[in-house]
């Protein structure tokens, strides 16, 4: 039977056209200001957006190839590759030497997940459907692992600021660390593709480091259904998307420090928000997105998966990788501040989730605390 051209599937739906081209011609313009040496704050604007827009082109990629992965396999691939915009920016401010950026945007990255997001995904839930709920058995799980992975990342912070022996060993601790977070996030490997869905239809990009989201295969039917990308293209996307995220980072981070200085903006402050939210914001988007359908258990996952990824694989990768960067100072020992606004939003974000339901005034509390923390580090 002969299939005509209206029954062809479509490889590239129009939302992915505008996205190609929107990504396209972000990075081609981050680059142009940066040859150029354009203005500064305009050029970290358009980098931030190039990012954003690449970040949203490795996502949709990862969907691509859930059919034929599987749902847990693909969420495992969306924990390593879905902060990988985010992993390249902080990995040049460090090789730039910016210590303070690199620190204050890990904790950021939690930070802006566990209350900024979660809170305004929570107010616009709330607000559209009133009091919603969502599967809190799986939410508590991966609550229990995101306050461990901090626990684990405040250590050194811990013995430094307890002027402990191993206060003198930091970078030490730091390594040691950062190899016992790599290892827990290699064994819940098995777990997590051992796990199998209740649910056959679920999307994938909910899966977690630790916990496989009862919603774990619905992505890959939904991209399947509104035009699938064969894996060739698929792989290619997520290739050119990885390249472009290594270009686009270095150029973000060329524009970071002059735009500081020509705004007034100190490095922690940079870090801690504009940073950290510039290199989520596609999952963010995504999230509040999911909370305005109904669709809670998928919105909460996603949420409160980033900051699992940034505490179990990123934070050690950086650490570990600094000698290599021609850092080899750089270790996990935060500030005073910046260690408890980090065992904060952990211990609150599992407070909130713990009974499975939340409002849109749970979402106003999660924002004015997060407005409040953002406010103290405006001085530096």
Sequence with gaps: MTTTHA???QLLTRRDQIMLTVTV?????AGGLYFAHANAVLAFIVSALALATLASLVGRSVEALGDRLGANATGILQTALGNLPELFVIMFALKAGLFEVVKATLVGSILSNALLVLGLAFVVGGLKHGRQRFAAEDVRTLGLMFTLAVFILAVPSLTASLHTPAASHERAVSVVVS???LVLFALSLPFTLGKRSSTPDTPARASSPIVASPDSAKAASVATAHGEWPLA??????AAAGIGAAFVSE??????????EAAGINEVFAGLVIVAIAGNAVENFVGIQLAAKNQMDYAVQVILQSPVQIALTIAPIICLAAIWLGQPGFDLVFSPLLLAVMIMSALVAVIVTFDGESNWFEGAVLCALYVAIATAFWWG
């Design 7 to 9: 029954e062809r599937p």
């Design 25 to 29: 011609v972000a990075a081609a313009a």
């Design 179 to 181: 190899i016992v977070m």
């Design 233 to 238: 293209m698929a792989i290619g996307m997520l």
């Design 251 to 260: 150029w973000f981070v060329a524009a970071l420090e002059p735009a500081m």
